[in-house]
C-alpha cells in the first residue's frame, strides 16, 4: 500500500534560517505531490503542487523539490520568520489517481 | 470567493449518541471530500462525491458513518453510534475539477469529542 512518511514531527528555527522540511513516499510513484500549511484549529491551506517531472518549485520564499529516484520531495522556507510557525503537510496522489494521502505533517516553530 | 463552510464547530456527544455535520462547498466545484483528521495525524481520506456520485468510500466505517451529497452541493456526515474513537475533526473540502483532486480547499473543520 501507499505509505508516505515525514521524518520529523516537529522542527524549531531561528529566524531569518532556512526551514527544510522532508517528505518520503513508498511503493509508487505519484503523478504529484503537494504540500499545505495548516494552523491550530485551522483546516489545511494548499501551498505548492510539484509534477513528477518536474525537479523544483518556487513560490516566494518557498521552495519545493521532487526526487522521484529518492522517492522524497523537500520543501524549504527561506528567510523564515515568525509567522512561519505552522504544522506543514505533505500529500502524494495515490495511485488510482483519485484522492490524496496525507502524511502526519511536520510542525515548525520559528523563533525570532 | 467564499470558503467552505462547515457547521457546527464543536461538538461534544456521550458514546454510543449520534451526530451529523454539514458542509457547504465553495460554489461551482464538483468534488467534495470528507477527512477525519486524529490529533497528531495528516487527514484521512472518509469519502469522495463527484457531483452527486460516490467516487471512493473505502475508508468509510460504514456500519457507522453515512454521508450524503443531495443535488451535488450541500452534503452531510452522520455518525450513529459514535466511538469514543471517533473523537477527531473532521474536515470538509472541495476541489474544482472532476476528478482529479488538484489545490482542494478546506473548511474549518468540526471538532468532535466523544466521552
Known amino acids: 500500500s501507499q505509505k508516505i512518511e515525514q521524518n520529523s514531527e516537529a522542527l524549531n528555527i531561528q529566524e531569518g534560517k532556512t526551514a527544510t522540511l522532508t517528505c518520503n513516499y513508498t511503493?509508487?510513484?505519484?503523478?504529484?505531490l503537494q504540500w499545505y500549511r495548516q494552523d491550530p484549529g485551522r483546516g489545511p491551506v494548499f501551498l505548492l503542487l510539484i509534477r513528477e517531472n518536474e525537479k523544483e518549485k518556487r513560490k516566494e520564499r518557498l521552495k519545493v523539490t521532487f526526487d522521484t529516484t529518492l522517492k522524497q520531495s523537500l520543501f524549504h522556507i527561506t528567510a523564515s520568520q515568525p509567522a512561519d510557525s505552522a504544522t506543514y503537510l505533505c500529500?502524494?496522489?495515490?495511485?488510482?489517481?483519485?484522492?490524496?494521502?496525507f502524511g502526519k505533517g511536520t510542525t515548525l516553530s520559528v523563533s525570532s | 470567493e467564499a470558503g467552505v463552510a462547515q457547521s457546527p464547530r464543536y461538538k461534544i456527544i456521550e458514546k454510543r449518541q449520534s451526530v451529523a455535520f454539514w458542509c457547504n462547498p465553495i460554489?461551482?466545484?464538483?468534488?467534495l471530500y470528507w477527512y477525519q483528521q486524529i490529533l497528531g495525524q495528516g487527514p484521512k481520506l472518509l469519502i469522495q462525491?463527484?457531483?452527486?456520485?460516490?467516487?471512493?468510500d473505502s475508508q468509510l466505517p460504514k456500519d457507522r458513518f453515512s454521508a450524503e451529497r443531495l443535488k451535488g452541493v450541500d452534503s452531510t456526515l452522520k455518525i450513529q453510534p459514535a466511538k469514543l474513537e471517533d473523537s477527531a475533526v473532521y474536515l470538509c473540502?472541495?476541489?474544482?475539477?472532476?476528478?482529479?483532486?488538484?489545490?482542494?480547499?478546506f473548511g474549518p473543520g468540526t471538532r468532535l469529542l466523544v466521552l
Open positions: 500529500a502524494l496522489l495515490n495511485q488510482a489517481g483519485t484522492a490524496l494521502i
Open positions: 460554489s461551482g466545484h464538483a468534488t
Open positions: 511503493n509508487y510513484s505519484p503523478a504529484y
Open positions: 462525491f463527484q457531483n452527486n456520485g460516490v467516487v471512493d
Open positions: 473540502a472541495s476541489s474544482l475539477a472532476s476528478r482529479d483532486p488538484e489545490t482542494q480547499y
